[in-house]
């Protein structure tokens, strides 16, 4: 049977992978996965058990509240599945696991074998990453280390979500895509040791373990929900700056440190700087200024989108452009009622804010939108078409290419086969060369 006359979602991809040759086939099916989620049978589950577990680290990513999880997923699920060989001969890649049990995509144990399957068809083989040692140790208040740094990215990035709210509340405030207050709320009802927030002390407890007995970690993120008034008598800028001012005066240079907060006036960001911090990450969300102030209704009231730019351009002056690295939710510009209707408009708007950051020396990255169903615009909708995600990778891909960018830093390596990075392709497509 040939690709064209292949029907479901198994012939949608075959066909795009088609279409876009120049595209390595296992990115479109690592934004596939991210878009729609990930089941597992019982068995995969059970492989499961011992492996690193899905941490929740900041937001759910997952197509399902944990109430409707009967196989208990939120508990037994992998952080990140390895997708490599198979019938389609993948070179590895990593990909978050978003679990929705009504996913076509399915990994199962087959002839003894962890395999993707999509529709029933096998595409490759499935491997879990061990959970580092200190996984299994728990702080002296009790908190186990694994709640307190978790790691993603294939064990690369120390994730410390230090604020686990967000003070934006309610549907006029949030980010429309965005379910870190739900998701907290979920997570505490299920049982999960989650604090709203984490002391400096058990953060600087838990790094010296993981000093001490893990290889594989490289960099560490600071961040959590926006901070509109105060947190325990703090600015914004005073809550978050002193982590990392803390992990640099314990670990100088051990990782590479990065924090990601909204965007904060240049004489803040010195704070920043001045603590330790290499990388700044304010992200945008969505590019389009119609959108901005729909989906991101508290960032528009309390900052506004030209204001949030502006302030963008302000931190390359003073991290440098390559170390600003703004994030946006890609899919998003196609959310209904108010997203862009095609496929073409959407990618020409999102290609006109990559343009103009990335003609400026800043390099903007991505998260492929998940539609969280505890979030205002997942509780309705899917995601973006797989087409619209397939031409932003080759539309990002491009941009920085013709400028000539370096490899966004804090990421790990680049291209098929050897990135790190698992809520999306982005780093899977940079030429290693470059």
């Not at 577990?53 to 900041?58: D, G, H, S, T, V």
Request: charged share 25%.
């Amino acid at each position: 049977m040939s690709v064209k006359e292949r029907q479901g979602r198994l012939g949608e991809v075959e066909a795009l992978i088609q279409r876009f040759p120049d595209l390595p086939p296992e990115a479109i099916v690592k934004e596939d996965l991210l878009r729609a989620g990930l089941a597992f049978s019982e068995d995969a589950l059970r492989v499961a058990a011992g492996f690193k577990p899905k941490a929740y680290f900041i937001f759910s990513f997952d197509l399902i509240p944990i109430v409707q999880m009967k196989q208990e997923e939120h508990l037994r699920a992998p952080e990140e599945v390895a997708l490599e060989g198979g019938p389609w001969r993948f070179r590895q890649v990593i990909v978050s696991v978003r679990v929705n049990p009504s996913s076509p995509y399915r990994v199962e144990l087959r002839e003894g074998q962890l395999t993707l399957t999509l529709e029933g068809s096998p595409l490759c083989g499935v491997a879990y990453q061990r959970a580092p040692a200190y996984y299994a140790r728990t702080a002296r208040n009790g908190k186990p280390f694994h709640e307190i740094a978790p790691t993603i990215e294939w064990g690369y990035l120390i994730y410390l979500t230090v604020f686990r709210l967000c003070q934006y509340f309610g549907k006029h405030e949030e980010c429309q895509f965005c379910d870190i207050n739900e998701n907290y709320r979920q997570q505490v009802k299920a049982g999960r040791p989650y604090t709203q927030v984490k002391s400096v002390a058990e953060v600087l407890e838990a790094l010296e373990v993981i000093a001490a007995t893990d290889t594989a970690s490289g960099a560490y993120t600071v961040t959590g929900g926006s901070i509109t008034s105060a947190l325990q008598g703090k600015a914004e800028v005073d809550f978050y700056a002193q982590y990392p001012a803390a992990i640099e005066a314990k670990f100088p240079g051990r990782w590479i440190s990065k924090v990601v907060v909204q965007a904060l006036p240049k004489d803040q960001l010195r704070t920043f700087k001045d603590a330790g911090v290499q990388i700044y990450h304010p992200n945008y969300e969505v590019w389009d200024r119609r959108l901005f102030d729909l989906i991101c209704p508290g960032k528009a009231r309390s900052i506004g989108r030209d204001e949030w730019i502006r302030r963008i351009l302000d931190a390359a002056t003073v991290f440098g452009p390559e170390k600003v690295i703004p994030n946006f939710v890609a899919g998003i510009e196609m959310s209904r009622p108010h997203g862009f209707p095609t496929v073409e408009e959407a990618i020409a708007s999102t290609a006109e804010g990559l343009e103009f950051f990335m003609s400026r020396g800043v390099c903007p990255r991505f998260t492929t939108w998940c539609p969280e169903p505890l979030s205002l615009l997942g509780s309705t909708q899917g995601g973006a078409p797989l087409e619209y995600h397939a031409r932003l990778l080759q539309t990002w891909r491009d941009t920085h290419a013709r400028h000539r960018l370096p490899v966004p830093p804090g990421y790990g390596p680049p291209g098929i086969g050897r990135a790190i990075f698992s809520v999306s392709a982005f780093m899977d497509v940079i030429q290693p060369a470059v």
